[in-house]
């Protein structure tokens, strides 16, 4: 069973950025079939999945962050990243890191939520 703990949220201005990580211990992704990626949940709405990463590396974006946000993993650290640039205060919200088998050809952003375990998420306030 996989465990997932977030960190490195916090509150930052328009423009800023932040790295969010998410610790994974367990029976992990890495040593199966299966996805990592982020969602969020922004006040007063759904989950909306962010970025998820195959096995390989491969990333996927939802439309709404490619070219902003970043995931990448480091597979000795067994710890996923999602790299955030240019936020601005619609970005605020809580991300989860999520982790499962994968459903698909490959791992999609928007499908992040429906990911078999959730970390407890970390909370992102941006500020204008």
């Known amino acids: 069973q996989v465990q997932l703990v977030e960190s490195g949220g916090g509150s930052v201005q328009s423009g800023g950025s932040l790295r969010l990580a998410c610790a994974a211990s367990?029976?992990?992704?890495?040593?199966?079939?299966?996805?990592m990626g982020w969602f969020r949940q922004a006040p007063g709405k759904e989950h909306e999945g962010v970025a998820a990463i195959d096995k390989d590396g491969s990333p996927h974006y939802a439309n709404s962050w490619k070219g902003r946000f970043t995931i990448s993993q480091d597979n000795a650290k067994n710890t996923l990243y999602l790299q955030m640039n240019g936020l601005k205060p619609d970005d605020t919200a809580i991300y989860y890191c999520?982790?499962?088998?994968?459903?698909?050809?490959?791992?999609?952003?928007?499908?992040?939520?429906?990911?078999?375990?959730w970390g407890q998420g970390t909370q992102v306030t941006v500020s204008s």
């Open positions: 999520a982790a499962g088998a994968r459903r698909g050809a490959y791992c999609s952003a928007y499908d992040v939520m429906y990911l078999e375990t």
């Open positions: 367990g029976d992990t992704y890495v040593n199966s079939n299966g996805c």
